[in-house]
């Protein structure tokens, strides 16, 4: 059964630091999503992705979030310069055309230093 | 902002009977929702959905109902076994949000035998 993949499964990283989380989507979905869960808390909404570009981003995507789609099959996520509450379980997600339900990805770890 | 309440942190239930688990909702905007189950270490898996123009979906042992006047919706299982052990989230969706999902904070079911 086709599944989301991402990597790493655990990123650790000093306050400041650049991180770039990965994730393979589902290969004939059309809409990509970043969300993450920090400990304790629900999961929350970052931010879809579809045709190349943003179509929903929550509060919490400032200015040192990006999202990338750099060739057919990755979707990344960038942090440009990680700070202390960015701690969390990030999670990618990839849904079909026009369609709510979103595959989950196991998740990414974070933890900031 | 707490747009999707699951207020049951956790809920016990022997095999074999229904498991019932509540969500509610405060944003009538909503269109779509959806439940997801958790495993320790894995992403949410895509368990059921219903849109708000039906007040019920079935698929197997599991049931949605949803009651928009309420703002409420609740997952059934029935027979519940061992393996439905897990957190599950309620999620909804409102229309023009790039599918965003908002989650509640889960409710944990132990299945006993």
């Known amino acids: 059964e086709p599944e989301v993949t991402q990597t790493p499964s655990h990123q650790v990283t000093q306050m400041g630091q650049e991180v770039i989380l990965r994730c393979v989507p589902i290969?004939?979905?059309?809409?990509f999503y970043w969300y993450r869960q920090i400990l304790g808390q629900k999961v929350e909404f970052l931010v879809s992705?579809?045709?190349?570009?943003?179509?929903?981003k929550s509060e919490i995507f400032d200015d040192q979030f990006s999202v990338e789609r750099p060739d057919g099959s990755n979707f990344t996520l960038k942090i440009r310069s990680t700070k202390l509450e960015d701690s969390a379980m990030y999670f990618c997600?990839?849904?079909?055309?026009?369609?709510?339900?979103?595959?989950f990805g196991p998740g990414t770890r974070l933890t900031v230093l | 902002d707490q747009q999707v309440k699951q207020n049951s942190p956790s809920l016990s239930v022997q095999e074999g009977r229904i498991s019932i688990l509540n969500c509610d909702y405060t944003n009538s905007m909503f269109d779509y929702f959806l439940w997801y189950k958790k495993y320790p270490a894995e992403g949410p898996t895509f368990l059921i959905s219903i849109s708000s123009i039906k007040d019920k979906n079935e698929d197997g042992r599991f049931t949605v109902f949803l009651n928009k006047s309420a703002k409420h919706l609740s997952l059934h299982i029935v027979p519940s076994q061992p393996g439905d052990s897990a957190v599950y989230f309620c999620?909804?969706?409102?229309?023009?949000?790039?599918?965003?999902?908002?989650f509640g904070k889960g409710t944990s079911l132990l299945v006993t035998p």
């Open positions: 999620a909804a969706s409102p229309p023009d949000s790039g599918y965003a999902l908002n």
């Open positions: 290969s004939n979905h059309l809409y």
């Open positions: 992705f579809y045709n190349n570009e943003i179509s929903e």
């Open positions: 997600a990839s849904s079909a055309g026009g369609v709510h339900e979103q595959f």
